[in-house]
């Protein structure tokens, strides 16, 4: 069956740290990847878009990565801060459609 | 440029009955999709509409449908309520007429069943 599962847990981390959150794939070829951010009691922010054919995407503090062999994308939040804390969510193009990811909460502590 | 705008922002309405829910995209905005978010199933795409036509459709019953005006707007509609039907709709426009579709999400409606 076609699945996509984030980082599982919440995640925890010290102000200033790299978080690192995960998205994984099965039985999807996407041809891209977005992710996106979203905070209590709203819509969705988007971050960023990958390519399959894109190995790497950077802005600011964020970095993406696509592994399509892997099935597997990562996203990089450096030198996180407090406001930072917010659930990510991976979302798979599929045929025109997006499948979002449970999302992964992150919490960045001072 | 102004964001997504949806209305009404909360509504309660009793299982049978029938709700429509409307949304204007951000400006120069043809493409406008729905989503449905709740705890257990997380965020699901309901449709996607584009020049008043509905391009793509997710996995949902013909109880809900949508539509699309010359101006962009666009109105879901959900008859016969469900419980189950309880939920954050949301509303998100895309800037790009084709692949990939960034979008832009609305402040979301909560609707209660009960």
């Known amino acids: 069956s076609q699945k996509i599962e984030q980082n599982s847990e919440a995640l925890n981390i010290q102000e200033g740290k790299t978080a690192t959150l995960t998205c994984n794939y099965t039985?999807?070829?996407?041809?891209?990847l977005q992710w996106y951010r979203q905070d209590p009691g709203r819509g969705p922010v988007f971050l960023l878009l990958?390519?399959?054919?894109?190995k790497e995407k950077r802005k600011e503090r964020l970095k993406v990565t696509f592994d399509t062999t892997l099935k597997q994308s990562l996203f990089h939040i450096t030198a996180s801060q407090p406001a930072d804390s917010a659930t990510y969510l991976c979302a798979l193009d599929v045929g025109g459609k997006l499948i979002f990811g449970q999302g992964t909460e992150l919490s960045v502590k001072p | 440029k102004a964001g997504v705008t949806q209305t009404p922002r909360y509504l309660i309405k009793t299982r049978g009955q029938q709700v429509t829910l409307s949304c204007s995209p951000i400006s120069g905005h043809r493409s406008v999709s729905w989503y449905q978010q709740t705890p257990g199933q997380g965020l699901q795409f309901l449709f996607e509409y584009f020049s008043e036509t509905q391009r793509n459709k997710g996995n949902f019953p013909g109880r809900f449908s949508g539509r699309q005006f010359s101006n962009s707007r666009s109105e879901m509609n959900v008859s016969t309520l469900e419980l189950g039907d309880s939920a954050l709709y949301l509303c998100?426009?895309?800037?790009?007429?084709?692949?990939?579709?960034?979008?832009?999400f609305g402040p979301g409606t909560r609707l209660t069943v009960t």
């Open positions: 039985n999807y070829s996407p041809a891209y």
């Open positions: 990958i390519r399959e054919n894109e």
């Open positions: 998100a426009s895309s800037p790009w007429d084709d692949r990939p579709y960034e979008q832009y």
